[in-house]
């Protein structure tokens, strides 16, 4: 990997933040987008914008073609079987919710159990809370180590044959803990479970083949991966999704509506109603071409080189402590002793340098931590060694500017 050409094609990264040059490092919040996926997006709204699928003339047809091809872009990308298994989303958060909506409403009742674990982001925790409250199932959780991994041994013993639905992440967007989903879906399935992957944090680092997985559902979002915002995909095995209701009811989903009942069109479009998010997917194509040109293999064996330096040089700076396992995926979250972390963002920013501070959307994961919130520094393909050491250094002077002791 050429990481300076790589970063040449980002151009929101040549700029000067608070007269610093920027040194972005929240990717795990959002990723920066190339210039193929900013011209793609450009290139829909002046050349091309209408509506999809259901025109004849020629701006129609090649929105469809576009809509369609970021389709099958998307099922290649994850190995998925067919492109009805594709479904068009916002993001990773409406993805797991059209599954609760959907799939668990439907199919949970009093007694059955769901399983979940601590580290899990709001969006993989709240759902099922709700769910479980409407249907009388159980929500179940599955301990973790003092490192912040999950030991199989404990998942054996959560899951049971009582258990309806297993919902995991991949990666924790808090302690970088890459999850053992695959031989988590085998005990689901062991047991009779379906197995769901919050894939927010996995699918931009690494590469994703959801039959290797052996998952029911996977859902990601776009703007992770250095596409737009505002578009994802939830992925589901075709057999589950044919049984599965449509939760939004309207144009584009249906195929015959009369006065008092409607039919459904086949999938995966009865679960896109209304006009789809057509330049979203074209860019989420744009943006899968770009990160397969370069290599999920290539981007994931560089970010864990990144990963064990920014480990190395933020844990050897007095005073801070790091949460997570030591093999990670591409991020460091830290707090540095009787500093707030929203005190540590600020006084990054104002050397340049963009980190999350705050719960992270994990508040049960930072109550198991016992803290109430941290500073994250996350990393991707446009992240280099110098920017880690620019921002260990203005680690140093964050401890000094609050008062600490460096020895």
């Given at each position: ?109 009093e ?11 709001h ?20 301990p ?13 013993k959560t ?11 991949y ?50 979002s ?25 939760i ?13 009942d ?14 789809p998010?057509?330049a ?17 293999d ?9 990963a ?7 844990g ?76 260990v ?9 609050f ?5």
């Amino acid at each position: 990997m050429n990481i300076q050409e790589i970063r040449k094609q980002f151009p929101i990264l040549h700029q000067q933040v608070n007269n610093h040059p920027l040194v972005y490092l929240d990717s795990a919040a959002t990723s920066q987008k190339p210039v193929q996926v900013i011209e793609a997006v450009d290139r829909y709204y002046r050349e091309y914008n209408s509506n999809v699928h259901r025109g004849v003339h020629t701006l129609g047809t090649l929105a469809t073609d576009g809509y369609e091809g970021a389709r099958e872009k998307v099922r290649k990308f994850i190995n998925a079987k067919a492109v009805q298994e594709i479904v068009f989303v916002r993001g990773t958060t409406t993805g797991i919710n059209t599954v609760v909506a959907s799939y668990a409403r439907a199919n949970l009742k009093e007694g059955d159990e769901i399983v979940i674990t601590p580290m899990e982001h709001h969006s993989n925790i709240i759902p099922w809370q709700q769910v479980a409250k409407t249907s009388g199932a159980t929500l179940k959780y599955i301990p973790l180590q003092e490192d912040g991994t999950i030991a199989l041994a404990d998942v054996e013993k959560t899951v049971t044959p009582n258990t309806k639905i297993v919902s995991v992440m991949y990666v924790s967007n808090v302690l970088g803990t890459i999850n053992p989903v695959k031989e988590i879906a085998a005990i689901a399935h062991k047991n009779g479970a379906v197995m769901v992957v919050d894939g927010a944090q996995s699918t931009p680092h690494m590469k994703i083949d959801v039959q290797d997985l052996d998952c029911d559902f996977y859902a990601l979002s776009g703007h992770k991966m250095c596409g737009p915002t505002g578009i994802g995909v939830l992925y589901g095995k075709k057999a589950l999704l044919e049984k599965m209701e449509p939760i939004e009811f309207g144009g584009e989903m249906i195929d015959f509506v009369d006065l008092y009942d409607s039919t459904w069109k086949e999938l995966p479009w009865k679960f896109e109603g209304g006009t789809p998010i057509i330049a979203g997917a074209i860019g989420l194509g744009a943006a899968i071409d770009f990160l397969e040109e370069i290599g999920m293999d290539n981007i994931a064996e560089y970010e864990h080189k990144l990963a064990q330096y920014a480990m190395e040089k933020v844990g050897g700076v007095e005073g801070v402590t790091i949460y997570g396992p030591k093999e990670r995926a591409g991020l460091v979250t830290f707090n540095i002793d009787d500093v707030h972390p929203h005190d540590v963002a600020t006084v990054l920013d104002a050397e340049g340098i963009a980190v999350r501070a705050g719960h992270h959307c994990a508040q049960p994961l930072m109550k198991w931590l016992k803290v109430s919130a941290t500073a994250r520094a996350s990393f991707y393909l446009y992240n280099t060694e110098e920017e880690i050491d620019v921002f260990v250094k203005a680690l140093i002077k964050t401890k000094e500017y609050f008062g600490n002791v460096l020895y």
